[in-house]
């Protein structure tokens, strides 16, 4: 007789972690399978900002999730350091977007007012100021928004901190186990088809980033997402050169443990080749030099790229199956999965438990992919 669980979680990167902590904290029987190895794609890849601020549209929607989420770390961090073993790094020294130009600057004095209506803190700073802070700034810098509340993780360890803190807690953890199409039945959901065998639950989450799109034709649905390459770099400094993330639109240099700065993210879309590029490491480490010159002198340590799920009008894909009940998908987030994480996770056990979630999430609905006349297809 077949194992029957509460809801098997289909992708073992940061946001299936995420799902399957958080249901199996609520007692539920939990499965999960992933086609390779486990936080192995864009969840490794990542450098771990926690950009709420840095990155996002103050007045969107998304950020009010992001900052929610950005919140929930603190917490967070102890509570899967004592489950799991795993210290995540978490760092709470804030982050600088740099202006290059005046009007770079004169566009950073609208959003920092924009961040303090919304009760953020959002600090305009001169050039002479932003090199005071972080002397190892070129003078080419002309001014800085230093957004104290803004941090990072180790992207990895907090992946294997929320899996490993839900096997803890009972969840089966397959690896190499790729799911092929679904089992419904009055359309609802029912199970799996995998490499290995049938898996039947009553609820399914996809959560497979960019590769979602693929798995979810079976169902009747396109996304509208595209896979987006970014490539990243590390090296290492004798001594700290930066304590707060750096941060443009072009390039960002996000300072870890023991002198490591990783540099990122070229953004590559429509493409699944996870090569890295000369093109791409070359870009990267002149618009590194140009905020930071003296980071030609660190020591090289390697070259990485991630695949991210990118939708059409940049919000993730949280909640339910328009046609399919106990089908769930969490995916899209693009260069945000490491920070939506905490709430991707729990919103989606309260989704599976039907209970109404926290925060509004009706702008991130399944449904929405159907707007430009993309009907489901049974």
Known sequence: MKTRYDAIIVGGGVNGGAIAFNLAKRGLKVLLLEKGLLANKASGAAAGMLG?????????????????????????????????????????????????????????CKISKIHKQNGEAAELLTGDEARKREQALSKEIRGAMYLENDGQVEAPKL????????????TVVKEYVEVHSFY????????VATNDGDFMADNVVITGGAWSEKLLKHTGIHLDSQPVKGECFSVLAETPLLSSTIFTDDCYLVPKRGGRIIVGATVLPNTFNEQVT???????????????????????????????????????????????????????HFRNGILLSPITGEVMADLIEAKTPSIDISPFRIERCMKKGNPIQR
Request: proline fraction near 4%; charge should be negative.
């Open 278 to 332: 000369v093109e791409g490491l070359s870009f990267l480490m002149e618009k590194a030099k140009k905020l930071v010159p003296s980071i030609s002198q660190c020591e090289w340590e390697s070259a990485w790229s991630g695949i991210r799920p990118h939708t059409a009008d940049g919000l993730p894909y949280i909640g339910e199956h328009p046609a399919y009940k106990g089908l769930f998908i969490a995916t899209g």
């Open 52 to 108: 709420a601020q840095a990155e996002l549209d103050a007045e969107g929607p998304l950020f009010h999730l992001a900052r929610t989420s950005r919140a929930m770390f603190s917490r967070l961090s102890d509570e899967l350091k004592m489950i799991s073993g795993v210290d995540i790094g978490l760092m709470n020294k804030g982050m600088l977007r740099l202006s290059l130009t005046d009007r770079e600057h004169v566009e950073h």
């Open 184 to 191: 419904f039945s009055n359309e609802r959901i029912t199970g």
């Open 159 to 170: 992946a294997m901190a929320f899996l490993k803190a839900a096997s803890a807690l009972g």
